[in-house]
Every structure is written in C-alpha cells, then in structure tokens.
C-alpha cells in the first residue's frame, strides 16, 4: 500500500514537472494576491504582475486551444501569448465596468487571477490526454532554432530579425523604465463646500439677519508637495453686463489658513477627506449677495475689516479671475433678510 502511494506521489511529481510553466503560472498568480495586501510596495508585485497581466491568461488560453504541440510552433505559441493577453486583460476589465463590483483592484485581481488559474488546469488534463503534448518551453530549443533560421535568411531577413530583436529589446526597457520610475500624476486640489449634514445639499441660502448657520468647507492637497492654503470669504454684489463681470460691492467677511501635505489620490478604496472645517457663521447685513469662497495657495489670507466695501481698492481683481476660472472658487448665493 505504501509503495503505491508513493509511485502515485512520485507519477504526480514527474507530471507537474513535465507541465511546470502552467504549474508556476497558478503558483505566481497564488503568491501575488498576499504580495498586494500585505507587501504592496514589494518590487515582487512588479515582476510578477507584469507577466500576470501581460502574458499569463494568452499563454494559458493558448495552452489550452493547442494542448499538441504539432498545432503551432513555440516562437508563434509566446508572440500569441503576449498578443491575446493584451486582448483579454481589456475585456475582462469591460465586462467588470458592466458590473455592480466596477474596475476595482479587488474584481480586477480575482478575475484575472481566476482566469489565468482555470485555464492552466483545463490545459493541463488537455495536454495529458493529447498524442503528442506540447510539453514546457525549452530555452536552449528555442535558441537553437533561432539561430539556425536567422544563419539560413537572406540578408534581408537578418537585417529585419536584427532591427525586430533590438526593437523588442528596447521596448521591454522602456516598459521597466516607466514602471521603475513612474511618471508623476496630474497636480491638482480638492476644494468644495458640503451643507451642514455633509452633503452637496441644503446649504444655507435663505437666512435672516444674525441667523446662525453652517458649511463645511473641505480641501486636499494632490500638489506632490507641502502647500500653504488661504481662504478669503466674501460678501459680493455683482452684474454681468456685455460679457464682462461687473463688481458692484465686495465685503470682507473672514480668512484663515492651513498647511497642508501631500496625500496621493485613492482610486482603489473609498473617497475619504483630508481636511474639512465646519464653518459656522451668521450675517448681520440684509440683502442678496453671492458669498465667495476663493482658494489661494502659498500666500498669506488678506485681513480686512467685516463688513467694509473694498470694491475700490483693487480687490474686485480678485472676483473677476474667479469668474473666469483663473482662482480655486466656489460661491452660495445668499437671501438674507431682516
């Protein structure tokens, strides 16, 4: 009884290696989900998630369309492999966008990693039951037979290998480049206002003199490096007349500060602030006016006087850029009455 058990194991063991490139495409794919959850600035997560995205699921969906090796050759089998990895990848990720769970690295990484695993297996019973089993890639084969078609070719044809082999060569550098040194994201900052519940509504906009009221006034900072924000808070009666912003009065209300550091933008999890203040304030004059929140970055907030008009003095600059976009803006229109 032992020495079957042990032939068994033994048989299995020789099978395994005689198929061990689907055997280390299902144990890279095991091995990477705890690499990205646990260790997910380990340079392992690179070098094997680029095979698993880019030549895992075609080598394993060739394996398994062509488990003989008479149906296509091993240079055609790798250049298949890359070519419908790179189809199958993007659809996977359509068929998620289709989906409740979206192009999420969680759904992403399950289907992928699914696909490459089940289609390994399927390939392996293909290959064991086929007269003539394509067996694992061989290196010194492949080279040998590389060589052996570049020494027969024209000089044509070793011109065109030679360009083909350095052009090749030089994209695969180009990709670890890029990978090894990623290209800094967009520069960018959050700025919005919230009603007094946290959300894009029931923002206070009808009020009476010495009402109390509240916004939450949030920023993030997506600039790669420490910023020095201001924010100055205004009280502005304006007119749009032949295209142009006319500022009839700006009040000061309030400013204030705040440092900021970088924070990277999170596409994977769920959206959480970085800062957010809960602004209370009240208005003592009536009227209709817009309240003007204006972002400024590494300079110090103005402080004025509350209430005092400063239409005159040079600030309706400030009004007008916001208008036409060149200041971080945003503005409630306000109805206060006595």
């Known amino acids: 009884m032992i020495n079957i058990r042990a032939e068994v194991s033994r048989r299995m063991r020789d099978e395994l290696r005689r198929h061990w490139d689907l055997v ?5 794919t095991l091995i990477l989900v705890p690499i990205i959850y646990f260790l997910p600035d380990n340079p392992l997560r690179i070098v094997i998630g680029l095979p698993f995205i880019l030549f895992f699921p075609g080598y394993a969906l060739i394996a398994f369309l062509f488990p003989e090796k008479k149906s296509i050759d091993v240079v055609e089998r790798i250049a298949l492999s890359f070519g419908l990895s790179i189809a199958v990848t993007p659809l996977i990720g359509l068929a998620l966008n289709y989906t409740p769970f979206g192009i999420r690295l969680d759904p992403i990484l399950a289907c992928i990693g ?15 039951r086929a007269e003539d089993p394509f067996l694992p890639i061989q290196l010194p084969a492949i080279f040998n037979s590389l060589k052996s078609n570049f020494k027969q070719g024209s000089k044509i044809d070793r ?38 519940d946290g959300k894009a509504h029931n923002y206070p906009t009808n009020l009476t003199v010495g009402e109390n009221a509240t916004v939450i006034i949030g920023i993030a900072n997506h600039e790669y490096r420490e910023v020095d924000y201001a924010v100055e808070i205004w009280l502005v009666d304006s007119s749009f007349v032949n295209n142009t912003t ?9 400013s204030f500060s705040v440092r900021l550091a970088h924070t990277p933008v999170n596409l994977e ?40 008009d400063y239409v005159n003095s040079g600030m309706a600059s400030k009004i007008v850029d916001a208008v036409e976009g060149k200041i971080l803006s945003l503005n409630l229109s306000m109805n206060v009455k006595e």
Not at 114 to 128: E, L, V
Not at 289 to 296: A, E, Q, R, T, V
């Open 114 to 128: 699914a696909f490459n695993m089940i289609f390994s297996i399927i390939a392996f019973y293909r290959r064991k």
């Open 159 to 196: 011109l065109l290998n030679i360009i083909l082999i350095v052009s090749i060569a030089a994209s695969l550098i180009a990709l670890v480049y890029v990978i090894a040194v990623p290209k800094q994201g967009e520069k960018f900052t959050e700025f919005y206002i919230l009603g007094p």
């Open 246 to 254: 006319i500022v009839n009065h700006m009040y000061f209300f309030d």
């Open 24 to 28: 280390t495409i299902v144990v890279l």
């Open 269 to 308: 999890g769920n959206w959480t602030p970085q800062w957010e203040l809960r602004y209370n304030f009240s208005l003592e004059m009536p009227g209709q006016y817009k309240m003007w929140f204006l972002l400024f970055k590494d300079q110090m907030p103005f402080e004025g006087v509350r209430y005092q």
